[in-house]
């Protein structure tokens, strides 16, 4: 098919001065794009990428990134700074905020980016949005989960998807993700987009992530569960359990409502 002929080599990202091993297969205007390990740790990015990159004809409009493949190769979440944490980037800063740059520069024109992530916490999957713009509820509509994390600014401001408008994370736990489910639910996303399919629109619970539970805060002993509200703190944690994080208990979400999706 024509778009195959424009698959895109490494070679232009050898001819950049600050290359960085940035892997991008696809067309140069994607629909959709794939990008695995912005945190280097995070293998399921990388499996998806593997799996994809061979069958690239059958998803026309579809392209891949391989985000921080030199922390990949180190199974480490980053090298100088944590690249999720490091948009819009800097020519001139460190590996990650380089790094950044030239990634956000790539996916830009991409209508829908889809930027996937493994978690040490209880949940098997999870949509994380940074706007609820006519995009990401095209993506958060072909997810089946009832809970929709949703970043508010400034929390979201140096994430990849807090820069675009049809960006969402896709978070699945490290052992769900071994099994054969999560590829079957970013492959349904993926062909729905392609396709221009939705899924009969459902009641979502949508967290409002606007801060972070300090370790210093005193958490009663049992009882915490992720989207459930602590009581004594009127939050509803997000992503506790997560062992990246070594500073917080969890993210926090102050407020929930119900939006049909
Ligand atoms: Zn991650």
């Known amino acids: 098919m024509l778009w195959c002929a424009l698959v895109v080599s490494l070679g232009d990202e050898f001819a950049h001065p600050f290359f960085l091993l940035m892997k991008y297969l696809g067309p140069p205007n994607p629909l959709i794009t794939l990008v695995g390990c912005l945190h280097g740790d995070e293998t399921l990015g990388r499996d998806l990428f593997e799996h994809y990159s061979d069958r690239l004809a059958a998803y026309p409009g579809l392209a891949l990134v391989l985000a921080n493949e030199p922390a990949m190769v180190l199974n480490k979440r980053f090298i100088e700074t944590d690249l999720n944490r490091s948009f819009p980037g800097h020519p001139e800063g460190s590996q990650e905020e380089r790094l950044a740059a030239q990634l956000l520069a790539r996916v830009r024109s991409s209508r829908y980016v889809l930027d996937i992530h493994n978690t040490t916490t209880d949940i098997d999957a999870v949509p994380i949005a940074t706007n609820l713009s006519d995009e990401s509820r095209r993506i958060i509509n072909l997810f089946p989960t009832h809970e929709v994390a949703l970043i508010e600014p400034p929390l979201a401001g140096r994430s990849l998807i807090g820069q675009l408008t ?53 958490l009663p002993e049992h009882g915490i569960r992720n989207f459930e509200l602590i009581e004594e703190l009127g939050v509803y944690p997000f992503l506790y359990g997560e062992r990246s994080y070594p500073d917080i208990h969890a993210l926090a979400a102050t407020s929930k409502t119900i939006e049909v999706i």
């Not at 399919?197 to 300090?214: C, L, M, N, W, Y």
């Open 166 to 218: 049809g960006g969402v994370s896709l978070e699945f736990n490290f052992d769900f993700a071994r099994g054969e489910e999560a590829l079957k639910l970013v492959d349904h996303v993926i062909v729905g987009l392609i396709q221009n399919q939705k899924d009969p629109a459902r009641e979502r619970s949508i967290f409002h992530v606007t801060g972070s539970i300090p370790k210093s805060t005193k």
